[in-house]
């Protein structure tokens, strides 16, 4: 199994731009969210989704769409980019089963600056 | 506002004694708590996680304490090795679908 992979690694941005940052997993987990992580503030929750078909907002959502079309894959939409959006996102999956909640298995996150 | 805090950003502590990270939380409401670590350029890792209906959680080196009336949770990582040296968050959920972290405590354990 691969996990939880994110695409791409890096990424800088003009301010106004659109783009995808791309989260995939091949364990069948049910539960798939993002993060941002800034200095100073850890780890915030941005969208998360409970199922294919189903997302919510967490702590952090503006500027940030998400959709869930299938199982594996979990997109983060940045629609126009702004320099307050500089941060290192995390994508993480887990498995709704009992002994396994809330266990979340993180990507290797991607760091993105906008200019 | 912060709901989950963790006020020591790093923490220093011999290879082989115990190290002791702590973690404070405000709303009583939060039901499962877990800990994290992460090294630089990685994704956070579990490492273990704690029912709000027990007090205690052990898993070999690593055990987490759960003071409710307290609001107060830690992690002891006894005895410390060298590998344990990374970033540990605290995390904290009530329905299993939100999780809110603390700012992380950097541990360098010093051979």
């Known amino acids: 199994n691969a996990g939880v992979t994110q695409t791409p690694k890096f990424q800088v941005l003009k301010t106004g731009q659109s783009m995808t940052l791309q989260c995939a997993q091949d364990m069948n987990h049910e539960y798939m969210s993002w993060y941002r992580q800034d200095p100073g503030m850890g780890l915030r929750l941005i969208h998360y989704?409970?199922?294919?078909?189903?997302?919510d907002q967490g702590e952090v959502p503006n500027g940030y769409n998400v959709s869930r079309s299938t199982t594996e894959d979990f997109p983060l939409r940045l629609l126009s980019a702004a320099p307050s959006q500089t941060s290192v996102y995390f994508c993480?999956?887990?498995?709704?089963?009992?002994?396994?909640?809330?266990?979340?298995?993180f990507g290797p996150g991607t760091r993105l600056t906008v200019l | 506002d912060q709901q989950v805090k963790q006020n020591s950003p790093s923490l220093s502590v011999q290879e082989g004694r115990i190290s002791i990270l702590n973690c404070d939380y405000t709303n009583s409401m939060f039901d499962y708590f877990l800990w994290y670590k992460k090294y630089p350029a990685e994704g956070p890792t579990f490492l273990i996680s704690?029912?709000?209906?027990?007090d205690k959680n052990e898993d070999g080196r690593f055990t987490v304490f759960l003071n409710k009336s307290a609001k107060h949770l830690s992690l002891h990582i006894v005895p410390s090795q060298p590998g344990d040296s990374a970033v540990y968050f605290c995390?904290?959920?009530?329905?299993?679908?939100?999780?809110?972290f603390g700012t992380g405590t950097s541990l360098t354990v010093i051979p």
């Open positions: 995390a904290a959920s009530i329905t299993g679908n939100q999780f809110y």
């Open positions: 989704s409970v199922g294919a078909g189903i997302t």
């Open positions: 704690i029912s709000s209906i027990k």
């Open positions: 993480a999956s887990s498995s709704r089963g009992r002994g396994a909640r809330d266990t979340q298995y």
